[in-house]
């Protein structure tokens, strides 16, 4: 899906700096604050916590009843995770796929798209995702021209980055586990190549239900937005060192990272589960993605940190060692 025009009550989550000044071989990409801040002006209410699902979004409250069962929830993180699983007879990814073909796809569809039926959790959500997306899109433009480049997007779901990949020529693989979601993207794509001109450089990625484990074939560079938010670390490290071996020249990663602050943020976030929410969601330390991506013989040349209220995101940009690029 073509990124979402923000509207002026959310200005103030625009990015700060522009990626082509931020992105070199010596320097970090910054979005908004290096550091997140300690205390949250506007505290969302409970209804707007509950829409809160397994994304790289956490969310904030500051009164003393939620410190006290936020503590209480340290005690025991997985009691609720545990009765997730339980639903899909243990099967975690079952429990994605299932999630993300129902009630996930819709809440999902709306977040990503342009619609007015969201809160000002799920839109803020929109608005750091958007901002992951444009960076990785630096990140891509910055390495070279993406016309007739291969590209991955491994985890597409709307299609956010294939599509403006597929307008800037690269020829794109789309794949999600969610069929709903590769159904969504495609008729997105058919909608936005039908508004091109004819001359454009508009190139229709192809789509594919898949998950990150069954991707198979090579590519220029392989790209995966937040979709390690799903896999437990040891789990995370196999599907790190799978799309590398997919990869030839880049591999872009983006995680929700694990510090004791946003990791206590994400446990107060847990008291407010929602209705809809059934799927675990795993923090990862950045020491832990690139050791993962050095095993594989890989290493780190680009990093970003996308931070708006509720949405945390690391992004990297891994090269094989030894590469010059």
Known sequence: ???????????????????????THSSSLHLHRATPPRRLRALPSATDLSSLDAAPAVAAA?????????????????????????????????????????TGFERWRKIYGSSNEVNRVQLDIRVGHAQTVEAALGMLRDAGPIAGTTICDAGCGTGSLSIPLARQGAIVLASDISAAMVSEAQQQAEAALSAELPNSPFQMPKFEV????????????????????????EKADDMIAHLASLAKKRLLLSFAPKTLYFDFLKRVGELFPGPSKATRAYLHAERDVEEALRKVGWRIKNRGFISTQFYFAKLVEAVPIGSAA
């Open 62 to 102: 500051a009164t003393s009843v939620a410190a006290l069962a936020a503590a209480f929830s340290l005690s025991d993180p997985e009691r609720r995770r545990r009765q997730q699983a339980e639903a899909t007879d243990g099967d975690e990814k079952a429990a994605v796929r299932d999630y993300f073909n129902s």
């Open 210 to 233: 898949s998950d990150l484990e069954s991707l198979n074939g090579s590519f220029d560079t392989v790209v995966c937005l937040d979709v390690l938010i799903h896999y437990p670390q």
């Open 1 to 23: 899906m073509p990124l979402t025009a923000v509207p002026s009550t959310t200005a103030a989550f625009s990015l700060r700096h522009s990626h082509k000044h931020n992105l």
